[in-house]
């Protein structure tokens, strides 16, 4: 797994999803998938809460199991 807890990561593009979802609206990512309810925080900055098996976000209460594929990459703080 590539980020820790702490690590704010954005979710990848609802245009990524569109572009690669099979025809019942899920993408294969890895050992989980990427399914339709999930395309809701597409686009979103998200902080990592917990890593078990996959990442756990603060945005869905973790109910969700991400990976590595389904992040755009880390997010930089903005200095202000």
């Known amino acids: 797994m590539k980020y820790k807890v702490g690590d704010k990561v954005r979710i990848k593009s609802r245009e990524w999803y ?3 979802c099979n025809r019942y ?12 309810p999930m395309n809701e925080y597409c686009g979103e900055v998200v902080t990592i809460t917990r890593i078990d098996d996959c990442y756990r976000f603060n945005i869905d209460m973790g109910a969700f199991c991400w990976t590595d594929e389904m992040i755009e990459g880390l997010v930089e703080e903005e200095v202000g």
């Open 25 to 36: 609206g899920i993408v294969e990512c890895g050992d989980y998938e990427f399914f339709e």
């Open 18 to 20: 569109e572009d690669n």
